[in-house]
Protein backbone atom coordinates (compact mmCIF):
# COMPACT_ATOMS: atom_id res chain seq x y z
CA UNK A 1 0.00 0.00 0.00
CA UNK A 2 1.41 3.49 -1.27
CA UNK A 3 0.62 7.06 0.45
CA UNK A 4 0.18 9.42 -2.56
CA UNK A 5 0.12 13.28 -1.67
CA UNK A 6 -1.74 15.66 -4.29
CA UNK A 7 -1.19 19.45 -4.04
CA UNK A 8 -4.21 20.96 -5.58
CA UNK A 9 -3.11 24.15 -7.21
CA UNK A 10 -4.98 27.47 -8.83
CA UNK A 11 -3.40 27.46 -12.23
CA UNK A 12 -4.83 31.39 -12.50
CA UNK A 13 -1.94 32.16 -10.09
CA UNK A 14 0.44 29.14 -10.40
CA UNK A 15 0.71 28.82 -6.65
CA UNK A 16 -0.29 26.00 -4.05
CA UNK A 17 -1.33 26.65 -0.60
CA UNK A 18 -2.06 24.94 2.79
CA UNK A 19 -5.59 25.57 2.55
CA UNK A 20 -5.42 23.17 -0.41
CA UNK A 21 -3.95 20.20 1.96
CA UNK A 22 -5.93 18.18 4.14
CA UNK A 23 -4.58 18.32 7.67
CA UNK A 24 -2.98 14.50 7.04
CA UNK A 25 -0.68 15.82 4.60
CA UNK A 26 0.36 18.81 5.91
CA UNK A 27 1.42 17.16 9.49
CA UNK A 28 2.92 14.58 6.98
CA UNK A 29 5.24 17.14 5.30
CA UNK A 30 6.10 18.96 9.21
CA UNK A 31 7.39 15.49 10.48
CA UNK A 32 9.03 14.60 6.89
CA UNK A 33 11.89 16.56 8.27
CA UNK A 34 12.42 14.64 11.73
CA UNK A 35 14.54 11.42 11.53
CA UNK A 36 12.44 9.63 13.37
CA UNK A 37 9.02 10.46 12.29
CA UNK A 38 7.54 6.63 11.98
CA UNK A 39 7.85 7.08 15.46
CA UNK A 40 5.48 9.81 15.32
CA UNK A 41 3.57 8.53 12.78
CA UNK A 42 3.49 4.77 13.03
CA UNK A 43 4.56 4.47 9.39
CA UNK A 44 6.37 7.27 7.07
CA UNK A 45 5.53 5.17 3.86
CA UNK A 46 1.53 4.47 5.23
CA UNK A 47 1.08 6.55 8.29
CA UNK A 48 -1.63 6.28 10.69
CA UNK A 49 -4.62 8.76 10.53
CA UNK A 50 -3.50 12.27 12.05
CA UNK A 51 -5.74 12.40 14.82
CA UNK A 52 -4.69 8.83 15.75
CA UNK A 53 -0.94 9.69 16.44
CA UNK A 54 -0.45 9.24 19.87
CA UNK A 55 1.48 13.07 20.07
CA UNK A 56 -1.35 15.02 18.48
CA UNK A 57 -4.34 16.27 19.51
CA UNK A 58 -7.27 17.10 17.18
CA UNK A 59 -10.81 18.95 17.77
CA UNK A 60 -14.29 17.66 17.39
CA UNK A 61 -13.92 18.68 13.94
CA UNK A 62 -10.72 16.76 13.21
CA UNK A 63 -8.36 19.61 13.17
CA UNK A 64 -4.88 19.15 14.48
CA UNK A 65 -4.66 21.80 17.24
CA UNK A 66 -1.72 20.27 19.06
CA UNK A 67 1.52 18.49 18.47
CA UNK A 68 4.39 17.18 21.35
CA UNK A 69 7.41 15.36 20.99
CA UNK A 70 9.73 16.01 23.65
CA UNK A 71 12.78 14.81 25.89
CA UNK A 72 14.46 12.82 22.62
CA UNK A 73 17.48 14.72 23.03
CA UNK A 74 20.50 13.75 20.69
CA UNK A 75 17.82 11.13 19.28
CA UNK A 76 15.23 13.61 18.27
CA UNK A 77 17.11 15.04 15.31
CA UNK A 78 15.84 16.45 11.87
CA UNK A 79 14.65 19.57 10.71
CA UNK A 80 11.68 22.13 11.51
CA UNK A 81 9.29 23.05 8.71
CA UNK A 82 7.17 24.65 11.07
CA UNK A 83 5.54 25.87 7.11
CA UNK A 84 3.38 23.22 7.25
CA UNK A 85 1.74 23.22 10.44
CA UNK A 86 -1.99 23.14 9.59
CA UNK A 87 -4.22 26.28 10.01
CA UNK A 88 -5.93 25.12 13.00
CA UNK A 89 -2.75 24.23 14.95
CA UNK A 90 -2.39 25.88 18.51
CA UNK A 91 0.31 24.28 20.61
CA UNK A 92 3.45 22.72 19.83
CA UNK A 93 5.49 21.30 22.26
CA UNK A 94 8.91 19.98 21.07
CA UNK A 95 11.65 20.37 23.96
CA UNK A 96 14.83 18.82 24.46
CA UNK A 97 15.62 18.12 21.40
CA UNK A 98 18.62 18.55 18.87
CA UNK A 99 15.83 19.64 16.11
CA UNK A 100 17.54 22.12 13.72
CA UNK A 101 16.05 25.17 11.37
CA UNK A 102 14.86 28.62 12.30
CA UNK A 103 11.23 30.47 13.09
CA UNK A 104 9.88 32.46 11.13
CA UNK A 105 6.88 34.36 12.01
CA UNK A 106 5.12 34.15 8.89
CA UNK A 107 5.26 30.22 8.70
CA UNK A 108 3.13 30.42 11.93
CA UNK A 109 -0.89 29.47 11.95
CA UNK A 110 -2.78 32.03 12.89
CA UNK A 111 -4.33 30.62 15.69
CA UNK A 112 -0.93 29.80 17.29
CA UNK A 113 -0.88 30.29 21.43
CA UNK A 114 1.78 28.53 22.44
CA UNK A 115 5.38 27.25 21.12
CA UNK A 116 8.00 25.20 23.06
CA UNK A 117 11.29 24.76 21.33
CA UNK A 118 13.30 25.28 24.17
CA UNK A 119 16.42 23.13 24.34
CA UNK A 120 17.55 22.29 20.91
CA UNK A 121 19.16 23.21 17.91
CA UNK A 122 17.72 26.23 16.94
CA UNK A 123 19.57 28.84 15.26
CA UNK A 124 18.87 32.72 13.65
CA UNK A 125 16.72 35.46 15.20
CA UNK A 126 13.15 35.79 15.59
CA UNK A 127 11.15 38.88 14.79
CA UNK A 128 8.51 39.05 17.61
CA UNK A 129 5.96 41.55 15.89
CA UNK A 130 5.53 39.06 13.72
CA UNK A 131 4.27 36.54 15.82
CA UNK A 132 0.33 35.75 15.89
CA UNK A 133 -1.55 38.05 17.83
CA UNK A 134 -3.23 34.74 19.58
CA UNK A 135 0.46 33.81 20.77
CA UNK A 136 -0.01 33.85 24.91
CA UNK A 137 3.83 31.31 25.68
CA UNK A 138 6.64 31.37 23.73
CA UNK A 139 9.98 29.28 24.98
CA UNK A 140 13.50 29.16 22.93
CA UNK A 141 16.13 29.24 25.38
CA UNK A 142 18.75 27.30 24.96
CA UNK A 143 19.38 26.80 21.37
CA UNK A 144 21.98 27.70 19.35
Known sequence: MSTVLVVACDDG???CGKSTLSQQSLMA???????QAEEISGSRECPE???????VTCNADGEVET??????????TG?????FLPCSMKNLRMTEN????TIKPADLPGKMEAIY??????TGS???DGLPATMKDLRLSNNQ
Open 13 to 15: IGR
Open 29 to 35: LFIFGID
Open 49 to 55: EVCNWER
Open 67 to 76: FFWSCKWEYG
Open 79 to 83: TLGLA
Open 98 to 101: ALSG
Open 117 to 122: LHDNCL
Open 126 to 128: LDL
